[in-house]
């Protein structure tokens, strides 16, 4: 099966300007997680995606939203971008069986906010 | 919550020689608990994962991890280090309860490996 695949890979953006990360997990899973991860906190999680709704929401502004569509995919953005949003996103699909369930990672979205 | 506390920021081998990461975790439930690794400029893979099972948890490219209650640790082991090893190590805990798959990392460990 191919793996989580996201794009694009690189980004460079200004602040003020809003941006749209895609996710496409492998075949079969219908659970979505992004994760942003920086030098100073780390990773840290976003939301979940399953089956087109929003299971569970990190502790991170309104300016980030996400969204799942009927084929599992998953994009995920960023509104009014800050300096600070300049990180690694990282994307994770899975089955959707809950805790204890493997995720499997993407290569992430590299976006630097200039 | 659950929360987990990597012991060490950074730790450095010399190739050939056993490979300690430690992990501590904190977790009202029965932890599922995992180890993933990263690769500069690479997403995160899956080293192993313990969901209550065996205590002591083998992986990929020879490394274990043994799951301790009554110290409530996860420290991650290998025989011997690869010039291959060289990466960030994530300890992670599954939050629990509820119906999600979110997952809560440590800092991260970075290991390297010395010729």
Known sequence: KAGVTQT??????????????????????????????TPGQGLQFL?????????NKGNFPGRFSGRQFSNSRSEMNVSTLELGDSALYLCASSYGQGVGETQYFGPGTRLLVL | AQSVTQLDSHVSVSEGTPVLLRCN????????????VQHPNKGLQLLLKYTSAAT??????????????????FH???????????AEYFCVVSENPGNTGKLIFGQGTTLQVKP
């Open chain 1, 47 to 55: 939301f979940e995606y399953f089956s087109e709704t929003q299971r």
């Open chain 2, 25 to 36: 975790y904190s977790s009202s439930y029965s932890p599922s608990l995992f180890w993933y």
């Open chain 1, 8 to 37: 694009p890979r690189y980004l460079i953006k200004t602040r003020g300007q809003q941006v749209t990360l895609s996710c496409s997990p492998i075949s079969g899973h219908r659970s979505v997680s992004w994760y942003q991860q």
């Open chain 2, 56 to 73: 002591l948890v083998k992986g990929i490219n020879g490394f274990e991890a043994e799951f301790k209650k009554s110290e409530t640790s």
């Open chain 2, 76 to 86: 991650l082991t290998k025989p011997s280090a690869h010039m291959s090893d060289a």
